[in-house]
């Protein structure tokens, strides 16, 4: 090999010259490599290869369409004071449960009770809790102002501190181009076996999602305080 600068011959392994000490390969030698990602800005060597990682490969997203289908005039502050009034009233019929037990204790056992009457105040002293929690999961809604799933594809939206009912058409999956679904889905479980030897599921938590109905696999959580994609 010839030096281009001084004309001597110089081995095929030296990077410089011996004689005027100039750079034999121009750094022709080094290498960058990206592997497939993305370089951005200027490249500067340092005697050595330059190896850039490549780039995550970016997941799909699942999308969906949020269309409102009634709007309720059901606000907070109304759910707010309805939640209050039922909690009061609740306190009545939880009185006439206890009635029989107290005529019980203060006539003693020779008096007999009102089993119908026991009955039906019980009935409606569970209707009252039962609709004194649906008042406060919709306040949490509206507190919140999130969407929450319902059952076939409908979703409660507490958006304006309001309720509204919305119908969710969601896109096709982004990896088979199968339909999507949206529901809660259950994220984690506790599994029961019985000394019977019966087994049952316990769900623990579950979440807003978008699920594949081909491949379950195929899913996407869907944050309930966002407004329409994913």
């Known amino acids: 090999m010839i030096c281009p600068v001084c004309g001597r011959s110089v081995e095929l392994q030296q990077r410089f010259c011996g004689d005027c000490g100039a750079s034999l390969n121009g750094g022709a030698g080094n290498v960058v490599s990206t592997g497939g990602g993305d370089l951005h800005g200027n490249i500067y060597q340092a005697g050595r290869d330059v190896v850039v990682n490549p780039s995550a490969d970016i997941v799909p997203m699942a999308t969906y369409e949020a269309v409102p289908k009634w709007r309720s005039p059901i606000t907070q502050a ?9 909690g009061l009233m609740s306190l009545f019929p939880l009185w006439k449960v206890f009635q029989p037990a107290i ?3 203060h006539s003693g056992p020779g008096r007999a009770s009102d089993g119908g009457a026991f009955v039906i105040w019980s009935i409606v002293f569970l209707i009252l809790i039962l609709f004194l929690g649906l008042v406060l999961s919709l306040r ?3 507190s ?4 929450k799933p319902l059952i ?10 309001r309720i509204t009912l919305e119908k969710i058409c969601a896109g096709k999956c982004p990896r088979c181009g199968g339909k999507m679904r949206y529901y809660n889905k259950p994220l984690r479980w506790i599994d029961h076996i019985e000394a019977s030897g019966r087994q049952w599921r316990e769900v623990t938590e579950r979440v807003p999602a978008l ?3 081909r491949n379950p696999k195929h899913w996407t959580e869907v944050d309930p305080a966002e407004d329409q994609e994913v």
């Not at 076939?152 to 501190?161: H, I, M, T, Y």
């Open 103 to 105: 005529d019980l204790l």
């Open 140 to 142: 949490h809604v509206t």
């Open 144 to 147: 919140g102002q999130l969407r």
């Open 152 to 161: 076939f594809g409908w979703a409660v939206n507490g958006s304006g501190r």
């Open 78 to 86: 109304l759910l707010s004071w309805v939640g209050l009034l039922v």
């Open 211 to 213: 699920e594949c109905k």
